[in-house]
């Protein structure tokens, strides 16, 4: 069956680094790829999303690339700050449109 | 702004007695979800409806149920809680074809 793959966390980073969080899927035909992100006690919102191969998504800084030849789409972030320490959440949608998540990465910005 | 919510925010309830969370949305989506989720691990999908049609996942205990009166209201029940059942329940809705799923802010769920 469908599964999405993300990388383990928490990742640590310090204010204004760079931000790679990967993730990889594995899908019959073509899903559409999501990140949603949790902040500390709420509920999960959309950050971005892709419906396509090769399509860009992009929202608050952070971006993240269908990738079809590597069944990835990565989230990335040119400088984070303190107020993105949250949990992200890569999801795809199968062919019944209901949402397969990864397990989840959390984000700690120390000042 | 157009939106799901969900009440209460927080809820504590004794071991064993019946609960009921509930969600409403103004988006007019005619997919409703209820996820359970426990320490920030993936939500875990319990039921859905299209529509009126209800969809149960293979492994939701029957302690849990739900009830969708309308388009804009759908309803958590939890028979007899258990310890195991503390958690935060999250409503979403969706579009049926549009897969992009919108949230509720949850309900933290306590056993004592």
């Known amino acids: 069956g469908d599964s999405v793959t993300q990388m383990e966390g928490p990742v640590t980073l310090s204010e204004e680094a760079f931000l790679t969080i990967n993730c990889t899927y594995t899908a019959t035909g073509y899903p559409s790829l999501f990140w949603y992100v949790q902040y500390p006690g709420e509920g999960l919102q959309l950050l971005l999303k892709?419906?396509?191969a090769d399509d860009k998504g992009s929202n608050k800084g952070f971006e993240a690339t269908y990738r079809k030849e590597t069944t990835s789409f990565h989230l990335e972030k040119g400088s984070v700050q303190v107020s993105d320490s949250a949990v992200y959440f890569c999801?795809?949608?199968?062919?019944?449109?209901?949402?397969?998540w990864g397990a989840g990465t959390k984000l700690i910005i120390k000042p | 702004d157009a939106m799901v919510i969900q009440n209460p925010r927080y809820q504590v309830t004794q071991f064993g007695k019946p609960v009921t969370l509930s969600c409403s949305q103004t988006l007019n989506h005619n997919v409703m979800y209820w996820y359970q989720q426990k320490s920030s691990q993936a939500p875990k999908l319990l039921f859905h409806?299209?529509?009126?049609?209800?969809?149960n996942e293979a492994d939701t205990p029957d302690n849990f149920q739900s009830r969708r009166p309308n388009t804009s209201f759908c309803f958590l029940d939890i028979r007899s809680p258990g310890l195991g059942d503390a958690a935060m329940y999250l409503c979403a809705t969706s579009r049926t074809g549009n897969t992009e799923a919108f949230f509720g802010q949850g309900t933290r769920l306590t056993v004592v």
């Open positions: 999801a795809l949608s199968d062919s019944n449109y209901q949402l397969i």
């Open positions: 409806y299209y529509d009126k049609d209800f969809n």
């Open positions: 892709a419906t396509k």
